[in-house]
C-alpha cells in the first residue's frame, strides 16, 4: 500500500509541476507575438489546465503524501524534509490563490478586451505579465525545493 501512495504522489507531483513550467512556457511563448487573441488563447488554456492538472495534482499530492506517511509510520511534522516541504508546498499554494489565478485572469480579461475593441494595449498587458511570472516562479520554486527535500531526505 505504501508503494501505490508513493506512485500517487510522485506522479502527482509530476503532473502538478509539469504543468505549472509549461505554462510559463506557453506563455512567454505567446507574449512574443504581441498578439492580444493568441495571448487571450493562451491564457484561457493556462487557466484551464490549472483545473485539469494543477489543482488535481495538489489533491494527489496531499492526500497521498499524508496517507503514505501514516502508512509508512514517517512523523509529519518531526520529519524535517516533510514539515518543510509542506512549509514550500503551503508558500506555493498562496502565491497561487492569491497572486498568480487573480493575474491570470486579469491578463485573460486584458488580452480578450484587446481582441474585440482592436486596440491592445501590449505594455500594460506587459507589466500584469511580469508581475504574474513573478508570482509564478515562486509558486513553481517552492516546490522544487520541496521536491529536492523529498528525494534527498537530510537529516
Same mark, same amino acid.
Request: proline share 0%; glycine share 4%; aromatic share 12%.
Given at each position: 500500500m505504501y508503494l501505490l501512495l508513493k506512485l500517487v504522489h510522485v506522479a502527482s507531483a509530476i503532473a502538478f509541476l509539469g504543468n505549472i513550467t509549461t505554462g510559463l512556457f506557453w506563455h512567454a511563448h505567446a507574449a512574443r507575438t504581441k498578439d492580444a487573441r493568441h495571448l487571450a488563447h493562451t491564457m484561457d488554456g493556462i487557466i484551464? $489546465?490549472?483545473r485539469l492538472f494543477t489543482i488535481p495534482g495538489v489533491i494527489g499530492i496531499v492526500v497521498a503524501g499524508f496517507a503514505a506517511a501514516i502508512v509508512g509510520h514517517l512523523p509529519i511534522l518531526r520529519t524535517g524534509w516533510i /514539515?518543510? #516541504? /509542506? !512549509? @514550500? *508546498? #503551503?508558500? $506555493?499554494? @498562496? %502565491? *497561487?490563490?492569491?497572486? !498568480?489565478a487573480p493575474l491570470q485572469r486579469q491578463l485573460r480579461a @486584458? %488580452? /480578450?478586451e484587446g481582441s474585440q475593441s482592436g486596440t491592445f494595449e501590449y505594455p500594460r498587458y506587459q507589466r500584469v505579465a511580469r508581475r504574474w511570472e513573478l508570482w509564478g516562479s515562486v509558486a513553481l520554486v517552492t516546490p522544487l525545493v520541496g521536491l529536492v527535500l523529498m528525494v534527498l531526505k537530510p537529516h
Open positions: 484551464r $489546465s490549472d /514539515l518543510w #516541504t /509542506l !512549509v @514550500l *508546498f #503551503t508558500i $506555493s499554494g @498562496l %502565491a *497561487f490563490m492569491m497572486r !498568480v @486584458l %488580452a /480578450l
